[in-house]
């Protein structure tokens, strides 16, 4: 089943302005990471944030937890059309049973210049 | 440069041909994991291993084979390809252990297969 659950499915702005992307799942984490995949390529780790964390900031990326309400954001800010990809959350669940990451099904986010 | 190297990028293959995705890591990384791509399901785990001669079942492992003989390599086997295995594929790696929890997963660039 699907851990993480991305909203929304697609999200255009223009190159400048920011952009928001959340994320909810399901079961307890011990960790919540976002990825970003340029269109067929691999996938690239962005930010990893704990679950006794609350926010973390990256360069332009900031990224909330909320663990009560099981959800996080990853907000990008000023946005560049270099940063046209897909953006996934994926969690590890707690307890760990394997380090398994389970992704959700992303957010295609398109900057426009 | 510290990578995941899949090979092939790309595979076009026929019905039962016996195949193998190879994956290899340069970072002395004890986790990998398979990963196939399809549109509107995401990615989901095929195999994993957790350290040399330790593999494991993930949520989608029928028709597949994995082995880990040595640290660095992690291939992926279809002994009988069948059309519903089209996918775009994922090797991963981590540190592992609690380090998982630290740095992710690196992953490779992918293998797009077509089995026709």
Request: hydrophobic share 30%; charged share 20%; glycine share 8%.
């Amino acid at each position: 089943s699907q851990q993480g659950e991305e909203d929304p499915q697609a999200l255009s702005i223009q190159e400048g302005e920011n952009a928001t992307m959340n994320c909810s799942y399901k079961t307890s984490i011990n960790n919540l990471q976002w990825y970003r995949q340029n269109s067929g390529r691999g996938l690239v780790h962005l930010i990893l944030i704990r679950s006794n964390e609350r926010e973390k900031h990256s360069g332009r990326l900031r990224v909330t937890l909320d663990t009560s309400k099981k959800s996080s954001s990853l907000l990008i800010t000023a946005s560049r059309a270099a940063d046209t990809a897909s953006y996934f959350c994926a969690t590890d669940a707690f307890p760990r049973s394997n380090y398994k990451l389970t992704f959700g099904k992303g957010t295609l986010l398109t900057v426009n210049p | 440069e510290a990578q995941v190297t899949q090979n092939p990028r790309y595979l076009i293959t026929v019905t039962g041909k016996k195949l193998t995705v190879t994956c290899s890591q340069n970072m002395n990384h004890e986790y990998m994991s398979w990963y196939r791509q399809d549109p509107g399901l995401g990615l989901r785990q095929i195999y994993y291993s957790m350290n040399v001669e330790v593999t494991d079942k993930g949520d989608v492992p029928e028709g597949y084979k994995v082995s880990r003989k040595e640290k660095r390599n992690f291939p992926l086997i279809l002994e009988s390809p069948s059309p519903n295995q089209t996918s775009l594929y994922f090797c991963a790696s981590s540190l592992g252990g609690a380090s998982t929890s630290l740095y992710g997963y690196t992953f490779g660039s992918g293998t797009r297969l077509t089995v026709v």
